[in-house]
């Protein structure tokens, strides 16, 4: 994938940095010089320097500007985190998947992850150019966890139910992963493409071509993914709060409602993601049967 402006000025400091070039609390380019010597943006610029310092390569210091960051001397390793014999990128990667899933995705920071391994920052960039990269690998391997079934079931809305579903609960384990996802800019890796291939060949000779095709897929993982971006949020209030969204809802909402009276027939949990999610699912489904049904061949059968 290409990388956009910022991450490759960003991967050009970066190796400024590994070589020896630049060295802790040495000045880093400035937004201004980045944008003289790179042709970009002050914005694309300042991005730049704001991804190193996310990876805790670079610091802000007022009055001078943005500096090498010295990352200080590694914690001590504790007998419950022995060095790693060889440091590997599926290592890094699975690493990185359990620190995300504890914390989410925006406390994954390369300094942590090395911490967590007990290896330097700069070993990390052997095997991953930059934590944009980390999150793909991650997200691509997250994807090929739960391959496709083979041989399908039979029928293509079983398998759009099974594929949507597949996708659902990879959501349920990994809530970072639906805010790493884009339909603008998909994830173009082999573990999720053989997911998208699937689809289609579940919907390949009924009538509807390629672009239909990718639409159907496109719009059942869009709402699957819609609902999932509040998998995240529902982690971190439950983590700060100590209660569950039903148990909040209890607490709140029936003195809230009580001037509504249809809004006080609403069953507890009918709001819960996981109905959402099958409720969305079925009535999408049952329009890409019209949409079958109107195909040329009429060929489609549930």
Do not use: C
């Not at 609390?25 to 970009?40: E, H, W």
């Not at 599926?90 to 967590?116: N, P």
């Not at 709140?252 to 959402?276: C, G, K, Q, V, Y």
């Amino acid at each position: 994938m290409t990388e956009p402006p910022y991450a490759r000025i960003a991967t050009e400091l970066r190796r400024r940095i590994t070589l020896g070039e630049l060295r802790p609390g040495d000045p880093l380019p400035s937004t201004r010089q980045i944008v003289r010597d790179f042709g970009v943006a002050m914005a694309t610029a300042s991005k730049a320097l704001a991804a190193l310092q996310q990876e805790g390569l670079a610091r802000a210091v007022p009055g001078i500007g943005t500096v090498v960051d010295n990352p200080g001397p590694m914690p001590a390793r504790t007998p419950r985190q022995p060095a790693p014999r060889a440091l590997s990128r599926g290592m890094i990667v699975r690493t990185a998947i359990l620190a995300a899933d504890a914390q989410g995705l925006a406390a994954l920071s390369m300094r942590r992850l090395a911490a967590d391994l007990g290896v330097t920052t700069m070993a990390l960039y052997r095997h991953v150019s930059s934590r944009e990269h980390l999150v793909l690998l991650m997200a691509d391997a997250v994807f090929g966890e739960t391959p496709p079934a083979d041989p399908p079931p039979g029928g293509w809305r079983r398998r759009l139910e099974l594929a949507a579903r597949a996708q659902w609960a990879m959501y349920r384990r990994h809530p970072w992963l639906a805010p790493a996802m884009s339909f603008t800019r998909p994830l173009l890796t082999p573990g999720a493409m053989a997911h998208t291939e699937w689809v289609m060949r579940a919907l390949d000779g009924l009538g509807l071509d390629p672009v239909t095709m990718i639409h159907v897929h496109a719009t059942v993982a869009a709402h699957t993914r819609g609902l999932a971006l509040n998998l995240e949020a529902e982690q971190e209030a439950v983590a700060a709060s100590g209660i569950t969204d039903e148990q909040w809802m209890h607490a709140h909402a029936t003195e809230a409602m009580r001037a509504f009276p249809l809004l006080s027939s609403i069953p507890e949990r009918s709001l819960d993601l996981n109905t959402l999610f099958e409720f969305g699912l079925q009535r999408l489904l049952d329009g890409v049967a019209v949409l079958v049904g109107r195909a040329p061949n009429g060929a489609g059968r549930p």
